[in-house]
């Protein structure tokens, strides 16, 4: 039997909504060819859904990066340059604007604020761009940030985390994305992102 038919004998296992072993898992994840994958989680939805309109939905959103430069310095990020590196690059509102007029003119609804922990950026520079974007496009869901944008900035206005997600949300912010919780245990957090909070920190804010 070849590799690809074995990959197929676990996905239609798994459609069919037998149990696959943490090992099968990984393989499919790493082997799987994406349509015989999509056709597999297309079947389970079908029958986990079943009796309801077959119709899968989606929303258009645009990434729009605002900064790259951190004082986060995480190990695994290839995104972000220190503050006083020649790299760091800024992208001004005026540009955030028109990013913004242009996912409205492709159908989006959505967008995602992201981008680095700014030394100079607190709960203001938040309100400010929310608040534009939302008087230039009050259709736009802002769908941004994560407790650790929230730790960071409340950090550098001198405020609580509670005051800053008061706020921003009160300028446009619409949900969070829950950016930062790639590893929340303290010994994998520590080792690949030592500056940042910690994972119960990060537990907390988001349950404000």
Known sequence: MTENAD????????AAGGRITAGEALELYRSAPLHALGAAADAVRRRRYAGTEH????IIERNINYTNACVTACKF??????????????RGLDDILRRCAETVELGGTQIMFQGGHHPDYGVEYYE???????????????HSLGASEVDHM?????????????????????????????????RPRTAIAPL?????????IMEL
């Open 77 to 90: 990020c290839a995104f972000y340059a220190p503050p006083k590196s020649e790299k760091v690059w800024t």
């Open 55 to 58: 119709i899968a939905t989606y």
């Open 7 to 14: 990959l197929q004998s676990v996905l239609d296992r798994a």
């Open 154 to 186: 409340a950090r550098i206005s001198g405020v609580s985390a509670e005051e800053a997600i008061r706020r921003i949300h009160a300028a446009g912010l619409d949900s969070f994305a829950g950016a930062g919780a790639e590893l929340l245990p303290a």
């Open 128 to 142: 400010e761009h929310f608040a534009a974007i939302k008087a230039a496009f009050p259709q736009l869901v802002i």
């Open 196 to 204: 940042k909070e910690s994972g119960e920190r990060w537990l907390e």
